[in-house]
């Protein structure tokens, strides 16, 4: 079969003839190009970094960030897709009020993880909708 989607690469529910669902291998794709991050777990604290390549010249140096904050206790490292980072930072910043403003206290780093792979993971699996080329450590 030719490396090319030739068809099956229109929906991320079509598995192509030999199994394969290219637009996860494409979004797969778009981080591997982007960079590497790494998150370390400190007595107290953890410290977030990411590669940062610049692919054009005229892109300045501090205008793609990828390291953001979701709340005062929380952050996010992005790579991949800036776009596609974005959104999963502001779903993220969502979900940290939504938990503030219905139980009264800062919402928990595992149950923030759970709901943000909840919400990446049904864009893997909508029809209509496309995997995002991002990833990110919480």
């Given at each position: ?9 229109l ?23 982007a960079g ?11 410290v977030?970094?990411?590669?940062k ?20 206790h929380?952050?996010?490292?992005v ?12 779903r993220?910043r ?13 919402i928990?780093p595992t ?6 792979g ?6 893997t ?5 496309r995997?995002?080329?991002?990833t990110?450590?919480?």
């Amino acid at each position: 079969m030719a490396s090319s989607g030739s068809g099956y690469d229109l929906s991320s529910s079509t598995f192509s003839p030999d199994g394969r669902i290219f637009q996860v291998e494409y979004a797969a794709k778009a981080v591997e190009n982007a960079g590497s991050a790494l998150g370390l777990k400190c007595r107290d604290g953890v410290v977030l970094c990411v590669e940062k390549p610049i692919p054009n010249k005229m892109l300045l140096p501090n205008s793609s960030r990828r390291i953001h904050t979701v709340d005062t206790h929380s952050g996010v490292a992005v790579t991949g897709f800036v776009s596609d980072g974005r959104q999963v930072i502001n779903r993220a910043r969502e979900e940290a009020a939504n938990y503030f403003e219905t139980y009264g206290s800062k919402i928990p780093p595992t149950v923030l993880a759970d709901r943000m792979g909840s919400y990446v993971h049904y864009f893997t699996l909508h029809g209509s909708l496309r995997p995002f080329g991002a990833t990110s450590l919480l």
